[in-house]
C-alpha cells in the first residue's frame, strides 16, 4: 500500500528566505508523485508532478522538487519565498495500479514579513 | 476554459438529514473522483469513477455514503442520515484518461459541509 507521510505540520520562514518543504512516501510499486497548493478558502491547485525521467522537477511560482529513489524523499523547495506563498501543500502519491491520490497531512507555509 | 465547479459552496444540515452534494467535472474529462478534507482524517479518496467501468468505492467510509455519475458527467455525492462526524469540506477532482499515462486531476473548490 502506499502511504506520504509530511513531517512538518507548519513551516515558519520570513519573506524572500528560502524553504523546503519535507514529503517521503512509501510504495511497493512505480510512483508518480505530486505536490499541490491549497490557497486559504480555495481549491487544491498543482504545483508539480514527478511521473519519470529527470529527478529534479520545476513547477509553478518558482517551486521545484526532488525525487530521491534511495530515500523515498519527494522534498518541496523555492530558494525565495514571497508572502503570497502562504498556503497549505500537500504531497501526493499515486500507485502504479490504481487511480486514486493518497494524500499527506499537508504542512501549512506561513511566509512573515 | 471552465475548471471542476461544485454546488452547494455551503451546506448546514441537522442530524439525521440527507444531503447531496453535486460536481460538474470539466468538459471532457472522463474520470471523476470525491475526496474529503476533514481536521481529524486530512484528505481521504471517497470514491472513483471512470468511464462506463464501475467504480472504486473503496474509499467510502460507510454505506450511508454513496454517488452516482450520470451520462458520463455530472456526479452527485449523497450521505444519509449524516452524523457530526461527517461535517468536512468534499472536494470533487476530474481528470483525462487512458494512453497509459497518468494525467493530473483538476479539483474544484469543495463544498463545506457542517452537520449540527
Known amino acids: 500500500a502506499q502511504s506520504v507521510t509530511q513531517l512538518d505540520s507548519q513551516v515558519p520562514v520570513f519573506e524572500e528566505a528560502p524553504v523546503e518543504l519535507r514529503c517521503n512516501y512509501s510504495s511497493s510499486v512505480s510512483v508518480y508523485l505530486f505536490w499541490y497548493v491549497q490557497y486559504p478558502n480555495q481549491g487544491l491547485q498543482l504545483l508539480l508532478k514527478y511521473l519519470s525521467g529527470s529527478t529534479l522537477v520545476k513547477g509553478i511560482n518558482g517551486f521545484e522538487a526532488e525525487f530521491n529513489k534511495s530515500q523515498t524523499s519527494f522534498h518541496l523547495r523555492k530558494p525565495s519565498v514571497h508572502i503570497s506563498d502562504t498556503a497549505e501543500y500537500f504531497c501526493a502519491v499515486r500507485g502504479g495500479a490504481t487511480n486514486k491520490l493518497i494524500f499527506g497531512t499537508g504542512t501549512l507555509l506561513a511566509v512573515q514579513p | 476554459g471552465a475548471g471542476v465547479s461544485q454546488s452547494p459552496s455551503n451546506k448546514v444540515t441537522e442530524k439525521g438529514k440527507d444531503v447531496e452534494l453535486r460536481c460538474d467535472p470539466i468538459s471532457g474529462h472522463t474520470a471523476l473522483y470525491w475526496y474529503r478534507q476533514s481536521l481529524g482524517q486530512g484528505l481521504e479518496f471517497l470514491i472513483y469513477?471512470?468511464?462506463?467501468?464501475?467504480?472504486?468505492k473503496s474509499g467510502l467510509p460507510s454505506d450511508r455514503f454513496s454517488a452516482e455519475r450520470t451520462g458520463g458527467s455530472v456526479s452527485t455525492l449523497t450521505i444519509q442520515r449524516t452524523q457530526q462526524e461527517d461535517s468536512a469540506v468534499y472536494l470533487c477532482a476530474s481528470s483525462l484518461s487512458g494512453g497509459g499515462l497518468v494525467k493530473t486531476q483538476y479539483f474544484g473548490p469543495g463544498t463545506r459541509l457542517l452537520v449540527l
Open positions: 469513477f471512470q468511464g462506463n467501468s464501475a467504480p472504486d
